[in-house]
């Protein structure tokens, strides 16, 4: 959002000037600070510890702030953040409307910037993605696909479901593009809110709007295959990520019928079909 965006440019000026830090801004609440280390050793491992605020929903933060190796950093930057969003210009405007400000950063997902294998090189297939999320555009240009650009994608509830679909048909009427992937976000937003009508909605929508049309376009090309998948649980009731199996569905050129009769997280686990690693998917599809 524009707040975000200033709000990032007011971090970058006043907190990390020109030394090892830089953030930058992303769709809604998701935003990036990279850490260079510029020939010194950076001061993070493995055992440098975070926690997603999706996980602590309605607790206290105390016992879930940065810890372990450089987390003195995080928290300083934490901390002083909050001085600066308290006499922010965007966060005065808001209160003034009754709306509710931002308090401070929240740090956490560390990580390094992992070394794929191009999937053309892996696969000989080109590929794209379509998502209005960072981390997945991200993971999507190491691995060497395009990324589209589709108006009105948000990575919410109220993202353009028929504009994704339809991106997804025109990406793949290309002669040079033989693979995209369309990500939602909107489901797993829904789960953390703990709205479960909205959840049901968005399922809805993906069905309706991008897995209906998609594959009544795709099986007037000739030999096509559809996957269906979630990459994690995020159940309402706990508002959270979990682990557990995850269903999937397929169909298309040379796919077998299992003779399951719905598509969901039990009939998954009694399914004779259990691959377990996620990447075993992908050979499995192509």
């Not at 509710?100 to 390094?112: D, V």
């Not at 025109?170 to 909205?198: C, M, N, Q, Y």
């Amino acid at each position: 959002s524009e707040m975000a965006r200033e709000l990032i440019e007011l971090l970058q000026r006043d907190l990390c000037g020109d030394s090892h830090w830089k953030f930058h801004a992303g769709v809604s609440y998701r935003n990036l600070l990279l850490y260079r280390s510029r020939g010194t050793t950076a001061p993070f491992t493995r055992q440098t510890d975070s926690t997603p605020p999706h996980d602590i929903t309605d607790q206290p933060i105390s016992g879930h702030l940065p810890s372990g190796p450089g987390s003195d950093q995080l928290l300083q930057l934490m901390n002083r953040s909050r001085d600066l969003f308290a006499t922010a210009s965007c966060n005065r405007e808001r209160i003034a409307h009754g709306d509710l400000a931002a308090t401070q950063i929240w740090l956490w997902g560390l990580g390094q910037r992992p070394a794929f294998i191009p999937f053309l090189d892996r696969y000989k297939v080109r590929g794209a993605v379509i998502t209005a999320v960072d981390l997945l555009r991200g993971i999507g240009r190491l691995l060497g696909w395009e990324v589209v650009e589709v108006p009105g994608a948000t990575g919410y509830l109220d993202t353009d479901y028929a504009a994704k679909g339809r991106a997804a048909i025109k990406t793949l009427s290309r002669p040079d593009i033989d693979f995209v992937v369309v990500h939602v976000e909107a489901t797993d937003e829904a789960s953390h809110e703990g709205h479960v009508d909205e959840k049901v909605r968005a399922v809805e929508n993906i069905d309706r709007h991008i897995v209906g049309p998609l594959h009544t376009w795709l099986k007037q090309q000739g030999d096509y295959r559809l996957l269906i998948c979630p990459d994690h649980p995020t159940f309402l009731r706990t508002r959270t990520h979990s682990h557990g199996y995850c269903p999937f569905a397929m169909c298309g050129t040379g796919v077998v019928a299992d003779g399951a009769k719905s598509y969901n997280e039990v009939t998954a686990a009694a399914s004779s079909i259990k691959l377990p690693h996620g990447w075993d998917l992908m050979s499995r599809l192509l």
